[in-house]
Structure formats: C-alpha cells, structure tokens
C-alpha cells in the first residue's frame, strides 16, 4: 500500500508540475540516475564465479527465457493486437520483453527463492536489454501495417527516438557493473550504506523518476487519452498480468529455485519500461503510456498477496 501511494503521488504531482509549466524537455540524465541507484546496489553481491550456477541450473535459466521471451511475448502481442490500439500493443510488448524489476530481489529473498539464482537471472535478462531494445525498435514499423496511425495531438515532442539502442544498455548495464566492482575493491563504506539502505534508496529513486517522467512534455499527452482507450488498456494490461500470474504459478516448481522464476516471471521492469516508453511516446501516441502506468497498480498491489500465496503452497507441500 504504501507503494502504491508513493506511486499515484509522484504521477499526480507529475502530471499537475508539467500542466502547471508547460512540461519539462527529456534528458537521457534519468537512465543514468536509474543505473546508478537501481541497479548498481543489485551488482555489489554478484560475483564473476557465480555464473558457475548457471550450468547446475540449465532448466530454471531456459525456463526464464522461453516463458518470458516467448510465451509473455506472444500473449502481448496477442492482446495488443486484440486491442485496436498501437500504443497499447506496444507498451504490452516493452512489459513482456522486460521481465523483473527493481523490486524483484527484495520478493525473491522473502519468499524462500533461491537468490542467487534469482539474482543471475536478475542479470540475464538485463543483459538481454541490448537485443531487447533492437527488436522494440524495429516494433514500430511491422506494426504500422496493423493498426490506425496514433493520434499525436498538438503536442510538441522531442523525445528519446534518436537515442541508439546500445546506449540504455551501456548506461545500465554496463556503467552500473563498473561502480559496483569500483565500490567492491575501494569503497566498502559506500557498499556497507547503499545496501543497508536499499528499500529506501529505491523508493526515493522510484519516487523521483517517476515525477520527472510524468512531468515531462510528452506525458501531457495523457490528458488527450479518452476514457474508452483507457478502460482499453485497463483490460488489455490485467488480461497480460492474467496469463503472467497463470505462467509462473503453473510453470514453474514449487522449490527455491521454481521461485526464483516466478518472481521473474510475475513481475516486469516497470520502471524502466517507463524510461523507455518515454523514448518513443513520440511515435506510439499517448495511449502508449497507459498500460505501463496501470502495471504500478496491478504489480505493486498483487505482489503481496503472491508472496502469502506462495508461503501457503510451500506449507501444504511440507
């Protein structure tokens, strides 16, 4: 609950700051403050040898990637499609494409998953942000051929579409990899603070950009959605949690290492979808922000009661 209201404050006040001033200009800045805070403190415990996991555990690690990339992929698309509107269809298939999240290990370690399997597929599927930017881009033009053009108002835009794929994988990927062995080899003090203040450090950083995001000129574009695109995509975003809720309860075993997959399988990378949907709000149309913002609610709100869900089923199977 508390996230959520963290969430829908930093939206309202968003929102309200760019309709007040006209909205601020986007600034490729916020990718480097999200590597930095979000996901430098993930890569403090990882260790080079502990990719040795990687060969024990060959079925969880295949079984992140064909759920994921595959069916959650599929099902976006299906329901995109489904959905009439190309900016939905999108934002649907950035949230499949990025499995995970910020908050992924804080639920993987209090729900008796095996974390350093959760982890190393925490970093497996960051390392796929290159080929899963690329293949985002090229989205746009297959799927102009199916859907009506956007309506992109009166607003003016200068976004993130001439931003090369490799640049959010450099700045979050590889960036934040450098600070964390920087940190290991000269900074244990840094280390020893951001990990006892992870919880706080990510909500403020969540915080943060979320009302930079919204604030932005792009994002008043959302008060030109019509309440029919928006119970659209109110339906199409709980209808891929649907099947993603139904996956990683049906597809994956009921032992550390099955939850380690579950949590990535559950769960997307909302906030950096968010950052990237910014990149290319310009092309899809307001509507394109709508599934991701709905997410926040549906995640944040759910993943509680999965967690209890999941506790409950290891009782029984003891």
Known sequence: MQQ????????????????????????????????????????????????????????????????????????????????????????????????????????????????????????????????????????FDIASAWFPAPDLGDVAVSTGREVKPFAPFVILIVIPFLLSRLARAFLPGVMAFAEKHQPQISKATMFGI??????????????????????????????????????????????????AVYWHIATRYITLALILAVFSLDSYGPTFILPVMIAYFIQIGSSGMLRTRMQARASQAA
């Open 4 to 139: 959520i209201i963290l969430v829908v404050s930093a939206i309202i006040l968003g929102l309200g700051t760019g309709y007040l001033t006209g909205g601020f200009a986007f600034s490729s800045l916020v990718c480097v403050v999200a590597g930095i805070f979000l996901v430098t403190p993930s890569l403090f415990k990882f260790q080079l040898s502990d990719m040795a996991l990687v060969k024990k555990q060959r079925h969880s690690i295949f079984a992140n990637l064909w759920i994921n990339y595959l069916l959650m992929t599929g099902a976006a698309l299906i329901i995109g499609y489904l959905s009439g509107d190309i900016g939905i269809a999108g934002a649907l298939l950035l949230l499949a494409l990025l499995p995970g999240g910020g908050m992924v290990m804080m639920w993987i370690k209090t729900s008796g998953a095996n974390p350093k399997l959760g982890f190393i597929i925490f970093m497996l599927n960051l390392a796929l942000l290159l080929p899963v930017t690329l293949i985002f881009g090229a989205y």
């Open 210 to 259: 979320v009302f930079y995001l919204f604030s932005l000129t792009t994002s008043q574009m959302l008060f030109t959605v019509s309440l029919e695109a928006l119970f659209t995509a109110i339906a199409a975003t709980a209808a891929f949690y649907a099947v993603a809720f139904t996956a990683a309860r049906y597809l994956t075993d009921n032992d550390a290492e099955g939850k």
